[in-house]
């Protein structure tokens, strides 16, 4: 179950329990009971003086585990074995039943505490997928701090009639007293302003409140977090709000061409980034959407960016580092099926199409990797390419072909996703040569066809390209004086993170020539 490594780790981290609690265990006959009985054994065996181990659990999912503590009946359950990317969660969920207190703000925590109203939750995941561990760990926090919450973490993958049966096409998808919550990643603070209907007049007026900055970085992607860290070095006043910190990377499974780094996963850089950040005193401001940016009335005067809640940001100079998103295709039927069939994240999403026959929409790097991902667990994949050849790199291709269960159709042109009963059956498709409309039946497609950067908020604003990248030159400076650009929503040649670092830093360090020019 655990290798020596994880159990060396398991080990270390349950020292900080200090308050007992018991693991009441729902088992049945088959393998998966089997290894949680062996992995909920492991961690007792470890704390024997503060963990308990119960096998008389009578939760009609099976396997699945409760933690219950002392004086409460267990309001955070995991059915199926949150392994793989949920090892933190698990971990984290057995600290802090075990009195070791969440890095959260305490202001946070509190609104958690005082969330009236009964919650169920219900949370499907997948071992997978690498943007479920934030709303797993969220939702098992407000659990073991509220006694009005209940959350139920669901691996599907052990559950698949269940699956099946409420139609979940993507993960994370969480239901809240049996009806729909929501879909795709979310943080914290982002489910307790959609509990607490106040929260985000509170926090808006709190963002209003703050002295101006030297320098305002917007955007948490590696351009933001290379911006801050220059910025903050140089000993003046700097703040970052990110609509949601890491940008991309968070959705990036891999990275192995970053300098000095051989590999990493898109999470666990995301959050070294982070921790680097905080290493110097900036001012961070997460889980916030801009909305408008206003420039200086007069020469030396401060830049406004206002927030989607209302809140209002002030600051001497601006670096822009909002990234990008997904293209969608903007086809009849995608935005119909979306998370029904339709998806973008083959690593989160994959092992939900066990099994089945999906399409990739895209022969780039991104849509050809993501064949390769998924046909270690789909039963068949069809690559669709708009132009004449696949545009991947060599070394892909050439893994590619050597899959049975891949083909590749070239020239063509996706119409329309179609559907039935609420859930994709088939896609439509133009032959670009002979014009010849085409059906491809499959039940996933995924939507691999390049990024569109996040500027639509600065139109009439900034100047930007006919694609809507925001304009800048060398030193990363837009047409706004005061107002600079860095990372994947700028006119820079290439999208990588290595290069969207060092124009953080060059943008960063450009803000900082003008603020020492203009006498701030």
Not at 286 to 315: C, D, F, H, S, T
Request: proline share 4%; glycine share 10%.
């Amino acid at each position: 179950m655990f290798d020596d490594q994880l159990k060396t780790q398991l080990a270390a981290y349950l020292q900080r329990v200090v308050r007992p609690f018991t693991l009441v265990a729902s088992l049945g006959d088959d393998a998966t009971s089997t290894e949680m009985r062996e992995m909920l054994q492991t961690i007792a065996g470890m704390r024997p003086d503060m963990i308990t181990l119960r096998e008389d659990g009578q939760d009609a999912r099976k396997p699945s585990f409760t933690l219950v503590r002392e004086g409460d009946e267990g309001r955070l359950r995991f059915a199926g074995l949150p392994l793989g990317h949920e090892f933190t969660s698990l971990v984290l969920a057995l600290l802090w039943s075990g009195g070791h207190p969440p890095k959260e703000e305490a202001d946070l925590l509190e609104q958690v505490r005082q969330l009236d109203g009964e919650l169920n939750f219900e949370v499907y995941m997948s071992l997978t997928c690498h943007s479920c561990p934030d709303v797993v760990q969220a939702l098992s926090l407000m659990a073991i701090l509220n006694p009005k919450i209940r959350t139920t973490v669901i691996e599907g993958g052990a559950f698949q009639k269940e699956v099946s049966e409420r139609e979940i096409m993507a993960v994370p998808t969480v239901y809240l007293n049996g009806e729909m919550f929501s879909a795709g990643h979310m943080e914290l603070a982002q489910f307790v302003a959609k509990l607490d209907t106040g929260a985000a007049r509170r926090d808006a007026e709190k963002l209003s409140a703050r002295e101006a900055f030297d320098m305002l970085i917007v955007g948490g992607g590696p351009a933001g977090a290379a911006a801050a860290v220059y910025a903050a070095r140089k000993g003046i006043r700097t703040g970052l709000v990110a609509e949601r910190f890491g940008g991309q990377v968070n959705d990036t499974l891999d990275i192995d061409n970053y300098i000095s780094v051989p590999h990493t996963e898109g999470p666990q850089f995301s959050s070294a980034l982070l921790q680097h950040v905080r290493e110097y005193e900036v001012d961070v401001m997460n889980l916030q959407r801009a909305r408008a940016l206003r420039p200086a009335a007069a020469p030396g005067g401060l830049i406004e960016v206002e927030l989607e809640n209302g809140g209002v940001l002030k600051a001497r100079s601006v670096v822009l580092s909002t990234g990008a998103r997904w293209r969608n295709m903007g086809v009849p039927g995608e935005d119909e099926y979306r998370t029904k069939g339709v998806a973008y994240c083959p690593s989160c999403d994959g092992p939900l199409y066990k099994g089945k026959r999906v399409a990739v929409i895209g022969g780039g790097n991104s849509g050809i990797e993501a064949a390769i991902d998924l046909a270690g667990v789909v039963a068949h994949v069809t690559v669709l390419e708009f132009m004449p050849e696949l545009k991947a790199d060599a070394v892909l291709q050439k893994k590619l072909k050597s899959l049975p269960n891949v083909d590749v159709i070239l020239n063509a042109q996706t119409t329309e996703v179609l559907g039935e009963g609420g859930k994709v059956n088939a896609l439509a498709w133009k032959d670009r040569i002979s014009g010849v409309q085409q059906r491809l039946e499959v039940e996933g497609v995924f939507v691999q066809i390049g990024l569109l950067p996040n500027t639509d908020w600065l139109k009439g604003t900034v100047e930007l390209s006919h694609t809507g990248e925001i304009m800048v030159d060398a030193r990363g400076q837009t047409n706004v004086p005061g107002v600079f650009a860095a990372g994947d929503c700028t006119t820079v040649a290439f999208k990588q993170i290595v290069i969207a670092a060092g124009a953080g830093a060059t943008a960063a360090l450009a803000a900082f020539d003008h603020l020492i020019r203009a006498g701030a």
